[in-house]
T-cell receptor
Framework: GNSVTQMEGPVTLSEEAFLTINCTYT??????LFWYVQYPGEGLQLLLK?????DKGSNKGFEATYRKETTSFHLEKGSVQVSDSAVYFC?????????????FGTGTKLQVIP | EAQVTQNPRYLITVTGKKLTVTCSQN?????MSWYRQDPGLGLRQIYY???????DKGDVPEGYKVSRKEKRNFPLILESPSPNQTSLYFC??????????????FGQGTRLTVV
C-alpha cells in the first residue's frame, strides 16, 4: 500500500542552522506530495507542495523537491528561526477506489533554540 | 475569512455517552474529512466525503459515524465512545486533492478525552 516515512524527532537546532527533514514514500502511480506544518495548539497548514516529478515546492524559505528516482521529498531550509518551531508532516495523495486519499507521515517535531 | 470551524475544542466525556463533534466550512468545498492524531502515529483518516450524501471510510472508521446532509457541515458522531477514542481530532476541507486543487484547510482541532 501507500505510505510515508519521516525521520524521527524531535529535531533540535540552533537559530540560523540548516534544516533537513527527510521524507520518503511508497506509492503506486503518480502521487502529489505535500509538507504541512502544525504550530502549537493549531491545526495543520499547507507549507508547500509538488504535483509531479522534479517539481520543487517552496514557501517561507522552505523547499522540497519531488524525487521520483529516490521516492523522496525532503524538506530543507537554509536558516531556521525560533518561529519555525512546530511539527512538520509529509503527506501524499493518491487514487483509491476512484477517489483521492491522503496518507500522512507521523510528523517530525522541530525545536529551534535561540 | 476562509475557515474550518470545529466545536467543541475540548471535551471530556464518559464511556458510552453519545457525542457529536461539529465541523463547518465556509469555502463551498466538496471534499471534507476527519482525522485523528495520536503520538507516534501521525494523522489517520477516519472518514471522508466527496460531496453531499457521499461518504466513505478512511483508515480507522471503527466506532465512528459521519453524515453530509449539507455541503458546509460534516459532523463526526461517536455513538458509544470508548477510552481508546481519546485523541486529538481534526476536520479538513478542500476543493479537491488532485493536481493544483490541493490545498486543504484544517480546523483547530478537538481534544477528546473518554474516561
Amino acid at each position: 500500500g501507500n505510505s510515508v516515512t519521516q525521520m524521527e524527532g524531535p529535531v533540535t537546532l540552533s537559530e540560523e542552522a540548516f534544516l533537513t527533514i527527510n521524507c520518503t514514500y511508497t506509492a503506486t502511480g503518480y502521487p502529489s506530495l505535500f509538507w504541512y506544518v502544525q504550530y502549537p495548539g493549531e491545526g495543520l497548514q499547507l507549507l508547500l507542495k509538488a504535483t509531479k516529478a522534479d517539481d520543487k515546492g517552496s514557501n517561507k524559505g522552505f523547499e522540497a523537491t519531488y524525487r521520483k528516482e529516490t521516492t523522496s521529498f525532503h524538506l530543507e531550509k537554509g536558516s531556521v528561526q525560533v518561529s519555525d518551531s512546530a511539527v512538520y508532516f509529509c503527506a501524499l495523495t493518491h487514487l483509491s477506489g476512484g477517489y483521492q486519499k491522503v496518507t500522512f507521515g507521523t510528523g517530525t517535531k522541530l525545536q529551534v533554540i535561540p | 475569512e476562509a475557515q474550518v470551524t470545529q466545536n467543541p475544542r475540548y471535551l471530556i466525556t464518559v464511556t458510552g455517552k453519545k457525542l457529536t463533534v461539529t465541523c463547518s466550512q465556509n469555502m463551498n468545498h466538496e471534499y471534507m474529512s476527519w482525522y485523528r492524531q495520536d503520538p507516534g502515529l501521525g494523522l489517520r483518516q477516519i472518514y471522508y466525503s466527496m460531496n453531499v450524501e457521499v461518504t466513505d471510510k478512511g483508515d480507522v472508521p471503527e466506532g465512528y459515524k459521519v453524515s453530509r446532509k449539507e455541503k458546509r457541515n460534516f459532523p463526526l458522531i461517536l455513538e458509544s465512545p470508548s477510552p481508546n477514542q481519546t485523541s486529538l481530532y481534526f476536520c479538513a476541507s478542500s476543493s479537491g486533492w488532485g493536481g493544483d486543487r490541493t490545498e486543504a484547510f484544517f480546523g483547530q482541532g478537538t481534544r477528546l478525552t473518554v474516561v
